[in-house]
């Protein structure tokens, strides 16, 4: 059974910085391309940031690259997310995904 859990998010001040993990298990990690989404409060779910299996590409949404930084410890079967530089329209439920499944999700809220 394959299981993703998200841990990390909290409430922040914009500017500030979280990393968000996610441990998976229940399937062969380091065979896997790894992504994170987000959605924000009526809005549609969206990428973040990907990395292929072997951590050598990454991919970012414009929206946050220069801020985030994705990577993965396949020794752990964990995925990360370095937020940095959080700014208020980066408030969204977080998601780790691969491919049809999905964890719970971990809330980041950025206000003053």
């Known amino acids: 059974q394959v299981q993703l859990v998200e841990s990390g998010g909290g409430l922040v001040q914009p500017g500030g910085s979280l990393r968000l993990s996610c441990t998976t298990s229940?399937?062969?990690?380091?065979?896997?391309?790894m992504t994170w989404y987000r959605q924000a409060p009526g809005k549609e779910r969206e990428l973040v940031a990907s990395?292929?299996?072997?951590?050598?590409?990454?991919n970012y949404a414009d929206s946050v690259k220069d801020r985030f930084t994705i990577s993965r410890d396949n020794a752990k079967n964990t995925v990360y997310l370095q937020m940095n530089n959080l700014k208020p329209e980066d408030t969204a439920v977080y998601y780790c995904?691969?491919?049809?499944?999905w964890g719970q999700g971990t809330q980041v809220t950025v206000s003053s």
């Open positions: 995904n691969r491919l049809s499944s």
């Open positions: 229940g399937f062969t990690f380091r065979y896997y391309a």
């Open positions: 990395i292929s299996n072997t951590g050598g590409i990454t």
